[in-house]
């Protein structure tokens, strides 16, 4: 039997919290987004959720260098720091968080990494990502874009990771009446799938609209009695 001072017993460390560019998250810092993103319980925007966002951030940089990577990467870490599924407020509340670790007036104390990011910039990141689906291109600028793109970029997922995703957002809608949450997401999809394209930038609607639009309709194929 293990002890959960044993390595076997250890959660793995989250990929973001390996890395070294554009910045080394301190264990003050993890600790601080670890208690914040298992708070409440979730099925889909946990830390997994920042681990793909943030693949996507890479696979990005890959084609276009940032230009302002370290707030790019500070709003992705904390833009679903605080999530309650339905509330309205999630957004508002992680940048809260989010300045308040760069000020180091959060529970992790100073943190020597966030140190010169740009708080403002970093609260409009996250701000964004509470008007998905209804943003226009000419909305944000080309950096804010690629980066909001990053973290809807699961509708160009697999079939097989779409299909886990589409199941993981059902549960943690679950406490409401299935027929109001079905209304709600078929509602949903189809305002995605009614828009010209689905990303904002020019670099995720060339290379994964089209599997995107194929997830969305064979979703909506899924809700529609």
């Not at 914040?36 to 889909?44: G, I, K, S, W």
């Not at 693949?55 to 500070?74: I, L, Q, S």
């Not at 997401?185 to 994964?208: G, I, Q, Y």
Request: with cysteine; glycine share 4%.
């Amino acid at each position: 039997m293990t002890t959960p001072l044993e390595p076997a017993a250890r959660p793995p460390l989250p990929a973001f919290a390996q890395r070294q560019t554009p910045m080394t998250v301190s264990a003050p810092l993890l600790r601080l987004l670890q208690q914040a993103y298992a708070t409440p319980p979730r099925a889909y925007h946990h830390l997994g959720h920042l681990d793909e966002a943030i693949g996507w951030f890479d696979w990005a940089a890959e084609r276009a260098p940032w230009r302002a990577p370290r707030e790019g990467y500070v709003a992705l870490l904390f833009h679903d720091a605080i999530y309650v599924p339905g509330a309205k407020d999630n957004e508002a509340r992680s940048a809260e968080l989010a300045c308040a670790a760069i000020a180091g007036r959060s529970a992790a104390g100073p943190l020597a990494e966030l140190e010169g990011v740009d708080d403002a910039r970093v609260a409009a990141l996250i701000g964004w990502t509470a008007q998905h689906g209804r943003l226009t291109a000419n909305e944000v600028d080309e950096e804010a874009a690629r980066l909001l793109d990053c973290d809807l970029a699961i509708l160009a997922a697999s079939p097989e990771r779409y299909l886990r995703y589409r199941d993981e957002i059902a549960c943690e809608y679950a406490a409401l009446p299935a027929q109001a949450y079905l209304a709600g997401r078929r509602a949903f999809v189809a305002s995605l799938l009614a828009r010209p394209r689905r990303f904002l930038s020019e670099l995720f609607h060339r290379e994964l609209d089209a599997l995107a639009v194929a997830n969305l309709r064979a979703e909506l194929a899924h809700l529609t009695p």
